[in-house]
């Protein structure tokens, strides 16, 4: 499992990749090759993630104009996962979070 990375093309390498997979949790495999996407170039890497951390949504990379860029991170293959606290593991109707905070706004939904 683990995030195709919407970035702009100039920082989207495998090294780059591979470091920005580093910070999600081991990189097991960065793609080799780039794919062109609905005008959106890509690369794959594949990431053993933390169960125990809410997954990232995105994160800041350096660009090549001493810019820093927001690449929003997009998975694949997640087993079950909730939507609310980012948590692997369970989905939103079993999120205690979620009973928790809808409680306190007297939304208790099943």
């Known amino acids: 499992m683990g995030p195709n990375l919407g970035a702009p093309f100039d920082i989207v390498s495998p090294k780059v ?3 920005v997979g580093r ?3 081991i990189v097991e495999e960065v793609e080799k090759r780039q794919k062109q996407e609905h005008q ?3 690369i794959r890497v594949k990431v053993a993630l933390p169960v125990a ?3 990232r949504r995105g994160g800041f990379i350096a660009g090549s104009e ?3 860029t927001w690449v929003t991170y997009r998975y694949e293959r997640l087993p079950m ?3 609310y ?3 692997l593991g369970h989905d939103v109707r079993h999120c205690a979070s979620f009973f928790a905070a809808s409680k306190s706004r ?3 939904r099943g």
């Open 17 to 19: 990749v591979a470091e």
């Open 23 to 25: 910070r999600l949790g």
């Open 40 to 42: 959106n170039l890509f």
């Open 53 to 55: 951390k809410p997954i």
């Open 66 to 68: 001493r810019g820093r």
């Open 81 to 83: 996962f909730c939507h």
């Open 85 to 87: 606290c980012g948590l």
């Open 106 to 108: 007297g939304e208790v």
